[in-house]
């Protein structure tokens, strides 16, 4: 179910569009099996990474929900508009501040841009389940061989 679309015009003033978010559209809570929040994103929020997460992180379980960011990087330092944002990280610093916030929230990360997919928590968890297949063919044939060398 999609319930909400936050902008913070000129800033990214990330606790109070959460908080707008929870108070407003997860106060009805029990009328849902289950409830995540998206948060799409293209610079670090306006709040330092520990304040953020912990508040999230009580969000969150209070709540029973999850948040999920998707970090797109853009190359320019100025968004569209020209605005220069409150606060300035580089892509890989604004990554392990997300990293960090997503956690506290047992959420997943996804950070992409114009080049490509830089990391994806789901394609993490895919490709290690592909390698655990993989893994399980090669025992089951050696074991299949050995078994016919023996006959």
């Known amino acids: 179910r ?3 679309s936050l ?3 000129g800033s990214r003033n990330f606790m109070s569009a959460l908080r707008r978010a929870v108070e407003v559209d997860f106060k009805d809570k029990d009328k849902h099996e289950s409830q ?10 306006d709040q330092e990474a520990h304040t953020v997460s912990a508040y999230v992180a009580e969000v ?20 569209s508009n020209g605005i220069i944002p ?5 892509p890989a ?10 956690q506290a929230a047992n959420g997943r990360f996804h950070w992409f841009g114009e080049a490509g997919i ?12 592909m390698e655990k297949a993989n893994n399980y063919s090669q025992k089951c044939a050696f074991l299949v061989e050995s078994l016919k060398q023996r006959s």
């Not at 969150?60 to 968004?79: A, K, N």
């Not at 409150?86 to 580089?90: F, L, P, Q």
Request: hydrophobic share 45%; glycine share 4%; proline share 2%.
């Open 2 to 4: 999609w319930v909400l």
């Open 7 to 9: 902008q913070c015009k």
């Open 36 to 45: 995540g929040l998206y948060l799409l994103t293209t610079g670090i929020p």
């Open 60 to 79: 969150c379980r209070g709540f029973d929900l999850q948040l999920h960011v998707c970090l797109f990087s853009v190359m320019e330092d100025v968004d």
């Open 86 to 90: 409150a606060r300035y990280a580089n």
């Open 93 to 102: 610093e604004t990554a392990i501040a997300f990293k960090k916030i997503v």
């Open 118 to 129: 830089f990391e994806s928590d789901d394609i993490t968890i895919i490709v290690s389940e």
